[in-house]
C-alpha cells in the first residue's frame, strides 16, 4: 500500500518549539517525518543562535530516531551566504522526496513571511503546527506531557543573566519580568530540551560556564564525559 502521509523535515533548532513541533506532527499522523534540519555553525560547531554544542544535538536526534541534516554556515555568515546554504538543503530535501518542512514559529509574522519568501516556487512547502497557539497554554502543554528544557541562551535587556542556566517551568515563569513571554517568541530567551515525549530517553546534560557575546549570554551545556564517550562510538558505528 502506497503511503499517503507526506514527507516532513522538521527545523530544529534544539530547543522546545522545534521539540513540540516535532511531537503534534508525529501525534498527526498526516506525516512521515524523515529528519531534523539544523543550522550548525562551522567556526563554533554549534547550533547557530543557540549555541548548542553539535554533540548535543545529535544526541537530540538519536534519542528522536531521526537523522539530523546539518546545515554548516560560515562565521560570521552574511544574509546572502545563510540563503545559499539553506537553497542546498532545500535542493537536497526536494531530492529526496521531501515535501514539507516543519517550523516552530509562534507569532511573529515577519519570520513566517520570511521563510514564506524564500521557498516560494519550490517544490516544498512550509508548515507553521504551532502557529497562533495561545503561548501560556502551550507552554502548561509542553509541561503536562513532559518537556523539560533549559534556558541556555537569554537577552540580557530583557532577563536578567541569572536566569541562564535554569530550567523552564512555572517557578521560573513566575519570576519572570512583566511582558515577557512564556515561551520567548519575542527573543527573549531560547532553550535546549532535554527530555520530553519525543525523546525515547532524557539526555544527561550539565552546565558550564556562562559567557556574553554579540550582546546575548549563553550557558556552555555538555554531556557528561560518559555520555559523550558513548555518543562519539555510537556516531562511529
Same mark, same amino acid.
Given at each position: 500500500?502506497?503511503?499517503?502521509r507526506k514527507k516532513a523535515l522538521v527545523s530544529w533548532s534544539s530547543g522546545k518549539d522545534s521539540a513540540w513541533t516535532l511531537q503534534v506532527l508525529?501525534?498527526?499522523n498526516e506525516y512521515e517525518i524523515v529528519g531534523l534540519l539544523t543550522t550548525i555553525n562551522s567556526n563554533f560547531d554549534r547550533v547557530a543562535m543557540h549555541g548548542v554544542r553539535r554533540e548535543l544535538v545529535e544526541a537530540q536526534a538519536a534519542a528522536a530516531g531521526l537523522p539530523l541534516w546539518k546545515v554548516p554556515l560560515p562565521w560570521p555568515c552574511s544574509n546572502q551566504e545563510y540563503e545559499a546554504a539553506m537553497n542546498s538543503a532545500y535542493a537536497r530535501a526536494t531530492d529526496a522526496g521531501v515535501d514539507v518542512i516543519a517550523f516552530g514559529d509562534l507569532f511573529l509574522e515577519d519570520v513566517r513571511q520570511y521563510r514564506e519568501d524564500r521557498m516560494r516556487g519550490l517544490e516544498l512547502n512550509p508548515v507553521f503546527p504551532l502557529w497562533?497557539?495561545?503561548t501560556g497554554q502551550l507552554i502548561k502543554d509542553m509541561w503536562a506531557d513532559g518537556v523539560r528544557s533549559r534556558i541556555v541562551c537569554l537577552d540580557p535587556r530583557k532577563l536578567p543573566t541569572s536566569f541562564a542556566g535554569r530550567d523552564l517551568n512555572q517557578q521560573l515563569v513566575d519570576e519572570f /519580568?512583566?511582558?515577557i513571554d512564556p515561551c520567548g517568541e519575542n527573543g527573549e530567551f531560547h532553550t535546549f530540551v532535554y527530555?520530553? /515525549?519525543m525523546f525515547a530517553d532524557a539526555i544527561p546534560v550539565q552546565s558550564g560556564n556562562v559567557v556574553t557575546r554579540d550582546g546575548f549570554v549563553f550557558i556552555d551545556l555538555?554531556? /557528561?564525559a560518559s555520555a559523550?564517550?558513548?555518543e562519539k562510538a555510537n556516531l562511529r558505528n
Open positions: 500500500m502506497i503511503s499517503l508525529r501525534r498527526s497562533k497557539v495561545d /519580568p512583566p511582558g527530555d520530553g /515525549p555538555r554531556l /557528561p559523550e564517550a558513548g
